[in-house]
C-alpha cells in the first residue's frame, strides 16, 4: 500500500528551516487537499506578520510536499532542515 507524507516547511522568519508533517494518507487526492490547505493556512499566517519578518513575498515561497512511501517497508528518508 503507498502512504502519502504531507510535510513542509514552516519558518519563514529569516534563516533557517523547520521540517513538519502535516498528514499521512492512503489515498493521493486527501493528501493533495491538505497540501493546499497548509499552503493556504502558512502563507496567511506569513503575510499576517509582514514582510519585516517574514522572507514569504508569494504563495510560492510556501514550501509543503508530498512524499509517497511503501507501508510496511524500512525506509530512510530525510525530510529536511538544517543543522550545523
Not at 15 to 20: P, R, T
Not at 25 to 42: H, P, Q, S
Amino acid at each position: 500500500m503507498t502512504l502519502y507524507v504531507v510535510h513542509g516547511n514552516t519558518y519563514y522568519c529569516g534563516y533557517g528551516h523547520i521540517e513538519n508533517i502535516f498528514g499521512i494518507y492512503t489515498k493521493k487526492d486527501e493528501a493533495e487537499v491538505t497540501k493546499d490547505l497548509m499552503i493556504k493556512e502558512l502563507y496567511e499566517k506569513e503575510i499576517a506578520i509582514g514582510q519585516q519578518m517574514s522572507i514569504v513575498e508569494d504563495v510560492s515561497d510556501i514550501e509543503v510536499e508530498i512524499l509517497e512511501i511503501e507501508a510496511d517497508k524500512l525506509v530512510e528518508i530525510e525530510l529536511g532542515g538544517y543543522c550545523y
